[in-house]
């Protein structure tokens, strides 16, 4: 682990300067059905760093994270109301073109869920759709995304065999170079390694980290030391309202709230 | 009584069951394929069926029972494939979807000879074609469709939630979704379903009865012209089935042969029939392994 922490450490002192807000989160209101499942959020997410939500199951915080792009759509009793503004853009707004607002934000899944089809029609299954149809250009684009998620190397001879050929943790990095391909700006992350083995784990740790030069990754993690090791703010959701967001650091070694604490040290949860 | 011989005695009575099943489909398959493999030769396949002389063949009620199926099919699988999408993918929960899912499982139990004579009143007489396979075609479709639907919706519907949230994550259409991951996964299931509900048309008499008619004209299997009435491929013809053969020679046969036809023609329906279900298992295996192993 000494070399994540490493890493850490330099971008850390690289990117002192403040970054500017992304996403402006406003008077967020989530709804499934009759239950009011995220109360009232306000926070800024900051361009091209990682921000952790963290908190015990069915706090709202994958409500939450669905909600940025949109993929709550999918579930017809929900309903929301506030504010998501992304570039002055309120994202929530019903005439808001869903399908392009998803290139822009991508999302990664808990489990992993390559499509049952070979590693390149996994990748270039957006692009296609995108209307990218030249050979040369389709090849580019697949070495790059499957580079910058560290999976070149290991599948670089077999592009065309299944996807579900791949071991978990090589599925979830597929995953992760299939948004990247979009050339999203944000990317979300619903407990991306909470399927996964320690090593698979890490690596995804690392690109994490890797990415976050590049992107916003907003990650939603049950693993307290995963948000500890590699996000630079964490926000800690209970029952549906945001208790406490700040620096990372701030949150695990001094939070104000006291529930956060409680729940950073295992008390419940 | 302990809970140990009890759980002996639910064993074997299970055991028992599955015995009585299998043993009853075990003995009626080798009762048909007995009496009828006796009976089947390259002549009785490829000879015309006769009236009143013994000796007579299937030849045109093999042809036709797979040309009513055929047409059948061409209808059902492309209207069933649409119904199940809907049905899976657009339908909203709610009162409508739940009236029209009622009526999908009332017409998938409507009995089939009550089908036929709808098919009569409709497809026979209110068009005018009289009996044909067209009409034939279409009480079959009928009869036929709910369970397609059903099928297509299920395959559909079985195909992992994290596909289509995969595919929409990505900013790809609801129906390119469709198109490109749901339908492709969904496939070794609407294929195996398919299949097996062909066993059912082509095995299916009473709603064919008074709707592609009891007699086929004399067939000229060199005229391939569909508009000619001695052509098999034309579908204002009437045409008896397999299946309504077997019922007839029964019930109105007057050649002296009725049990060996009768043998035998059910021996070609059950085998058919048996091929078509083989066929739904090795196919959808092989499809699965094709898109979930390494190639």
């Given amino acids: 682990m000494k070399f994540v922490l490493d890493k850490k450490q330099e971008r850390v002192t690289k990117e002192k300067e403040k970054k500017n807000a992304i996403l402006k989160v406003r008077n967020l209101n989530i709804y499934y059905g009759d239950n009011h499942a995220v109360h009232d959020i306000n926070m800024d997410i900051e361009e091209k760093s990682i921000t952790a939500l963290i908190g015990p199951s069915g706090c709202g915080k994958s409500t939450f994270l669905r909600s940025i792009n949109r993929m709550n759509d999918t579930i017809p009793i929900a309903k929301n109301n506030g504010e998501i503004l992304y570039e002055g853009l309120n994202i929530l707004e019903d005439d808001i073109e869903v399908v392009a607002l998803r290139k822009e934000i991508g999302m990664v899944f808990q489990k992993p869920n390559p499509f049952p089809m070979s590693i390149y029609n996994n990748i270039t299954h957006a692009l296609k759709f995108k209307g990218i149809r030249k050979k040369k250009e389709l090849n580019q684009i697949v070495e790059d995304s499957l580079k910058k998620a560290a999976l070149w190397d290991e599948v670089k001879d077999r592009l065309h065999e299944s996807a579900l050929s791949l071991s978990g943790g090589q599925q979830q990095r597929l995953c992760i170079a299939r948004s990247l391909a979009l050339k999203p700006r944000i990317l979300l992350l619903d407990e991306p390694s909470s399927a996964l083995d320690p090593i698979s784990n890490a690596k995804i740790e690392d690109l994490i980290m890797e990415l976050s030069s590049e992107y916003t990754i907003i990650i939603v993690t049950h693993n307290m030391q995963q948000a500890s090791r590699v996000a630079d703010k964490t926000a800690f959701f209970l029952s549906g309202d945001l208790m406490e967001y700040d620096e990372t650091s701030k949150i695990f070694t001094n939070p104000s709230n006291p529930k956060t604490e409680e729940y950073i040290t295992g008390k419940f949860g | ?295």
Avoid at chain 2, 266 to 276: E, Q
Avoid at chain 2, 277 to 295: E, F, Q, T
């Fill in chain 2, 1 to 295: 009584m302990n809970s140990r011989v009890t759980d002996k005695i639910a064993t074997s009575i299970f055991v028992l069951f599955a015995a009585i099943m299998a043993g009853t489909l075990f003995a009626l398959l080798g009762y048909i394929l007995y009496h009828g493999f006796a009976v089947i030769d390259l002549d009785f396949l490829t000879s015309n069926s006769s009236s009143f002389r013994e000796g007579g063949g299937i030849k045109n009620q093999l042809f036709n029972s797979f040309y009513v199926l055929f047409i059948t099919m061409l209808f059902t699988v492309p209207l069933g494939i649409g119904g199940g999408i809907y049905m899976a993918e657009y339908a909203k929960p709610g009162k409508v979807t739940d009236f029209i899912r009622t009526c999908i499982e009332v017409l998938a139990s409507l009995p089939s000879i009550v089908v036929g004579m709808f098919g009569l009143l409709v497809f026979v007489a209110w068009t005018g074609w009289g009996y044909t396979i067209l009409s034939g075609a279409l009480a079959l479709t009928v009869f036929n469709l709910p369970v397609i639907v059903r099928v297509c919706e299920d395959a559909i519907r079985s195909v992992p939630r994290e596909l289509k949230e995969a595919s929409l994550a990505l900013g790809v259409t609801h129906w390119h979704t469709i198109k490109t991951v749901l339908l492709p996964a969904a496939f070794p299931g609407i294929l195996t379903g398919v299949i097996l509900s062909a066993g059912r048309v082509f095995g299916e008499a009473a709603a064919l009865l008074f709707t592609a008619g009891l007699t086929t004209p004399n067939l000229d299997f060199t005229n391939w012209n569909p508009f000619n009435i001695h052509s098999p491929l034309n579908i204002f013809r009437p045409a008896e089935t397999l299946s309504v053969h077997i019922w007839k020679v029964n019930t109105q046969g007057i050649i002296p042969d009725v049990r060996e036809v009768a043998d035998g023609a059910s021996a070609v329906l059950v085998i058919s029939v048996l091929i078509f279900n083989l066929l739904a298992r090795w196919l959808g295996s092989v499809i699965h392994k094709r898109m979930s192993g390494s190639k």
